[in-house]
């Protein structure tokens, strides 16, 4: 099929699948071009939940799918590269935060939403980056144990000022993007604001403007007056921010903050999976629902 063919054979396919294609903002452009719902992990596990359609294409990696499947359990998840995986998620295991609780007994666990549904299911609350700090702020103990990102785990150490046990994980994507590439940015462009992910490293997150989330990215930008922006995070975001705001330009802070997992997703992999019904993510009961309750109780507080 030639590829330009792929896109309508895709939507006549999700029609008679009763699908929707939910897409990160991460994803490349001609995904996000189909998606029904563009969004970040916790916009697309909404709207998952909100939709009648009863499959769910998922692109994105797996621990997005994962959490689309714990929120909405009725519906079909499907992840068209079932080997798009997290490397930050895959730096923790379950019997890692077993370990950290019984090292720091009592402490409040946080688990950041780019972990595995087991790992959720050990901990008190979940958060995104979008909602870290309100999270943080609204558990009334001084002392929490966060995981796995040790940079986000810094910078709401030094928003909430509480204390942070903190894991040694970090987004090997997001570390690609340095100090020196961010004054570079800032030479070339010297009228731009700088926008940065949370998940940056804490030497990048001291020169932004704005640290924040793709979801608050995109709402910064849409309100914000000026006309160019440096974008400190991964560099797929670029194309939906372009094709929402024409009139403003945007620039990577570095071309390296490329994730190899959210770019295996592909419009032949989209068909498939649309084609075959698989492959399929589903998370087993007993963890579904213990990582439920760290979900709900974030969503309860943000
Ligand atoms: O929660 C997400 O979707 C992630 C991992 C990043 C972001 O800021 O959108």
Request: charged share 30%.
């Amino acid at each position: 099929m030639k590829d330009a063919e792929m896109p309508e054979k895709i939507a006549e396919l999700k029609k008679q699948r009763k699908a929707v294609i939910l897409a990160h903002n991460y994803q490349l452009p001609e995904i996000q071009d189909i998606a029904d719902y563009l969004g970040d992990s916790l916009e697309l596990s909404r709207m998952a939940a909100k939709t009648d359609a009863e499959v769910v294409v998922f692109c994105g990696v797996h621990f997005m799918a994962e959490t689309a499947s714990i929120i909405c359990p009725d519906k079909k998840v499907l992840l068209p590269d079932i080997n798009a995986g997290c490397p930050l998620a895959n730096m923790i295991t379950p019997s890692d935060v077993r370990k950290l609780k019984e090292k720091y007994p009592g402490r409040p666990v946080v688990s950041y939403v780019n972990t595995s549904a087991e790992v959720k299911a050990e901990t008190d609350v979940a958060c995104t980056s979008a909602n870290a700090i309100k999270v943080i702020n609204s558990i009334k103990d001084d002392e929490i144990i966060f995981v796995p990102d040790k940079y986000l785990a810094d910078y709401v150490r030094k928003q909430t000022g509480k204390r942070i046990i903190h894991w040694e994980g970090y987004c090997p994507t997001h570390v690609k993007i340095l100090p020196e590439d961010v004054s570079a940015a800032k030479k070339a462009h010297p009228g731009a604001r700088v926008m940065v992910h949370p998940e940056c490293r804490s030497d990048v997150i001291d020169m932004a403007d704005a640290v924040i989330s793709t979801s608050g990215m995109v709402r910064y930008v849409k309100e914000a007056d000026g006309r160019e922006f440096i974008i400190g995070t991964e560099t797929g975001l670029i194309h939906r921010l372009k094709k929402e705001n024409p009139g403003k330009e945007f620039f990577p802070a570095s071309p390296h903050a490329v994730c190899p997992n959210m770019k295996s997703i592909t419009l032949e992999k989209v068909l498939w999976s649309l084609e075959d019904m698989k492959p399929e993510v589903s998370v087993p009961e007993n963890i579904r629902k213990a990582a439920l309750r760290s979900v709900n109780r974030m969503l309860e507080l943000a």
